[in-house]
């Protein structure tokens, strides 16, 4: 089944505890993106790559690091987490970078920062 | 800068009436315009697009949307409204000029469909 896949689910931790956040798809899709979904807010770019070893800032970067060195997998990393990241985030997937095709979305990582 | 307001937060519609979410974006280029809808504890999932050509559009689940090139609108749209539509909607853009290479989301509107 194509999708895109995230672990884990939920995740309660603690400030400055660093965290990874993983993230696949098995559509062999270039481009991959970083979302965090705040209520009233909508969702908000984190980062995205446009292919391996291509990554570059999103609306909202700071705090989070990425690295695309496969195809498939492209990482969340929060290496000092504090309480304003506690959101949801989504992963998501296109076959290429280009601004007609739509997204793939993971089923969400539910972050809670204490 | 790239921009999409939905300006609804909360929608109810009784099942079998005439669903309307709205959605409206500020342009500096052509709009490439989305609809995803979010269900409960799950993923967005991709609903239909406007590229160019005809501007109304066809999607998943009997919904469509009409590109108003003239108002900056992409209302979604569905004739006749199921319990199960009761989502979340997100209306999102992506400009072909410049750089922007990313998809921008609207706030997202809650749509009720009430039995």
């Known amino acids: 089944e194509a999708q895109v896949t995230q672990n884990p689910r939920y995740l309660i931790t603690v400030t400055g505890k660093k965290l990874t956040v993983t993230c696949s798809q098995n559509?062999?899709?270039?481009?991959m993106s970083w979302y965090r979904q705040d209520p009233g807010l909508g969702l908000r770019q984190i980062y995205y790559?446009?292919?391996?070893?291509?990554?570059d800032k999103g609306d909202v970067p700071e705090g989070y690091k990425v690295s695309r060195k496969e195809k498939r997998n492209f990482p969340l990393i929060l290496e000092s987490p504090s309480p304003n990241q506690t959101s949801l985030y989504f992963c998501?997937?296109?076959?290429?970078?280009?601004?007609?095709?739509?997204?793939?979305f993971g089923p969400g990582t539910r972050l809670t920062v204490t | 800068a790239q921009s999409v307001a939905q300006p609804e937060d909360q929608v109810n519609v009784a099942e079998g009436n005439p669903l309307t979410v709205k959605c409206t974006y500020s342009?500096?280029?052509?709009?490439?315009l989305f609809w995803y809808v979010q269900y409960p504890n799950r993923g967005l999932q991709f609903l239909l697009k406007?590229?160019?050509?005809?501007?109304l559009v066809k999607g998943s689940y009997g919904f469509e949307a009409e590109f108003n090139k003239s108002q900056t609108s992409f209302h979604l749209k569905k004739p006749s409204a199921l319990v199960s539509d009761s989502a979340l909607y997100f209306c999102?853009?992506?400009?072909?000029?410049?750089?922007?290479?990313?998809?921008?989301f609207g706030s997202g509107t809650q749509l009720t469909v009430l039995p």
């Open positions: 998501a997937s296109s076959p290429r970078s280009g601004a007609t095709y739509e997204q793939y």
């Open positions: 999102a853009v992506r400009f072909t000029s410049g750089s922007a290479r990313q998809l921008t």
């Open positions: 559509m062999n899709h270039e481009y």
């Open positions: 406007y590229i160019t050509g005809d501007n």
């Open positions: 342009v500096s280029g052509n709009p490439y």
């Open positions: 790559s446009m292919n391996v070893e291509v990554t």
